[in-house]
């Protein structure tokens, strides 16, 4: 689409604050009309990075899996992990992609919930790549306009 | 249908028999916390002959909203603090008569003049006091910290908690926010509620007045830095005073993109002022504890929005504002706690 979609809603933000707030008269309507350019500009931030960084998350999260399997003791778990790490995004609509972050996440609680009942190395391990994946993660989610 | 300013007239004439030719106009929606409905008002009357005007604020129940909270407590939290050393807006009426205005409400004076926006705080004038808002801001929540819930007869009123069990509550009221609203898997908060069950803080030194919600943005403010009400107590409670120190503390209200807590100061100055101004001791791991239970309770409610938006009737565009704004900050939040911000 062009003009590309980012900085369409980029400028559609920027006039709703400089043109159309100070028109309104209402303080309600100000702040609801201020509200919508906020959502606008995180729109226009996350419009062009949202299906790449579902996939690189998602690929992540599958090798993450893959190299944690040999430390996860609960046969059920492993195999499942496993399996999640064979799987592959093919559809890449945004929903799509977002489901399967959500079941990969899911089980990425799973994994980050048995490791830390486990004292060994290898589970240690597996606890540091969870944090600096789940670090890694929100700063593939950060906007600009964050306080932190 | 009667319009709104009609139905409220002949409410108020309700509960002011003696009162003559009761007016409503200049009824105005207004910003006013992400829960109930506010609009502002005039009511003009006759008392004696005399012609009074008073400027009031409507606090209506909507059909759903950020937070589930209970009318009665916030009033009765509102009632309780008036005329004491922290300051609040008086209140007139509480309703829980739907057949009035359409939904449950109550009725207070509106304090007029005054700035709540933490926008607004970041630029001059208000930037010139952030020193002194921010020693108000502190002492205030010290002295809701310090006063005797049943001196102010709020026991009874608010549920009752033993000093062990603070964190449990709240804990488990907040898991299970997350567990019933999240549309989506929450590994770091899931990760945060797992190491604070194993890591409980100690029983709470009192149960105090627990404001539930003490941060820039929910205070009244003028251009001298002075601060003339604490607003939006709807989730008030009984608990551990240190909640309140730790919500306020809270990386999400860092308002000025830095690391001054509520965009005002440093954590370490809003702590020593809250000692000193509630009596109590900030135990470092304790505060710890509750500054991450902060982030708990931070995402429970931006996912319960999110929940509220997609599957409610209330569309209002903060619901998704405040999911979509802060529900990554707050995770990031919850990771430097923890020692795995990178």
């Known amino acids: ?148 | 249908m009667a319009s709104l300013e009609a139905s409220l007239a002949e409410y108020i004439q309700l509960k002011m028999p003696a009162a003559a030719e009761i007016r409503v106009d200049q009824l105005e929606q207004i910003s006013g916390g992400a829960s109930r409905q506010t609009y502002r008002f005039r009511l003009s009357y006759r008392d004696r002959g005399q012609a009074r005007e008073r400027r009031l604020i409507l606090r209506r129940d909507p059909s759903a909203s950020l937070i589930d909270t209970d009318r009665k407590i916030e009033f009765a939290a509102y009632k309780a603090f008036f005329g004491t050393s922290v300051p609040v807006p008086e209140v007139l009426w509480l309703e829980d008569d739907a057949r009035h205005l359409g939904s449950a409400f109550f009725i207070g004076v509106e304090m007029t003049g005054f700035q709540t926006s933490p926008a607004r705080i970041l630029m001059e004038p208000y930037a010139a006091h952030h020193q002194k808002i921010a020693d108000q801001k502190w002492s205030i929540l010290g002295a809701i910290a310090a006063a005797d819930p049943a001196k102010l007869g709020l026991v009874g009123t608010m549920e009752s908690v033993a000093p062990d069990q603070c964190w449990k509550r709240e804990l488990d009221y907040w898991e299970g926010v997350l567990d019933s609203d999240e549309l989506i898997p929450q590994p770091i908060m899931r990760a945060a509620i797992r190491w604070m069950r194993r890591n409980p803080p100690p029983p709470a030194q009192k149960v105090g007045v627990v404001h539930g919600d003490y941060r820039t943005g929910n205070f009244l403010f003028d251009e001298d830095g002075r601060i003339h009400g604490i607003l939006d107590w709807e989730m008030a409670h009984l608990g551990d005073p240190l909640e309140d120190l730790g919500w306020s503390l809270n990386r999400v209200w860092c308002w000025a993109h830095d690391d001054r807590r509520g965009g005002l100061i440093p954590r370490d100055q809003a702590i020593a002022i809250w000692e000193k101004a509630s009596g109590l001791k900030a135990d470092p791991d304790a505060l710890h504890w509750w500054e991450l239970f902060a982030t708990v309770k931070g995402q429970g409610i931006w996912v319960s929005s999110a929940h509220a938006w997609e599957t409610g009737e209330n569309k209002d565009p903060i619901l998704v504002l405040s999911s979509w704004a802060l529900m990554n900050s707050q995770d990031r939040a919850a990771l430097e706690l923890m020692g795995h911000l990178q």
């Open chain 1, 1 to 148: 689409m062009r003009p590309r979609v980012e900085t369409v809603f980029q400028v559609m933000a920027a006039d709703l604050i400089g043109r159309v707030i100070p028109a309104i008269g209402s303080s309600y309507h100000q702040g609801t009309i201020g509200m919508v350019a906020a959502l606008f500009g995180i729109v226009s931030e996350e419009w062009d990075r949202a299906a790449s960084r579902r996939v690189e998350e998602n690929d992540r999260l599958r090798e993450l899996f893959r190299e944690s399997a040999p430390a996860v003791n609960d046969p059920s778990l492993r195999t499942r992990l496993l399996k999640l790490a064979e799987t592959r995004d093919r559809d890449f609509h945004i929903s799509a992609l977002e489901n399967n972050n959500c079941a990969l996440r899911a089980a990425l609680i799973e994994l980050h919930t048995h490791v830390e009942l486990h004292t060994s190395a290898e589970a240690r391990h597996v606890e540091d790549a969870i944090w600096a994946e789940l670090a890694k993660s929100t700063e593939r989610r950060r906007l600009m306009s964050a306080q932190f």
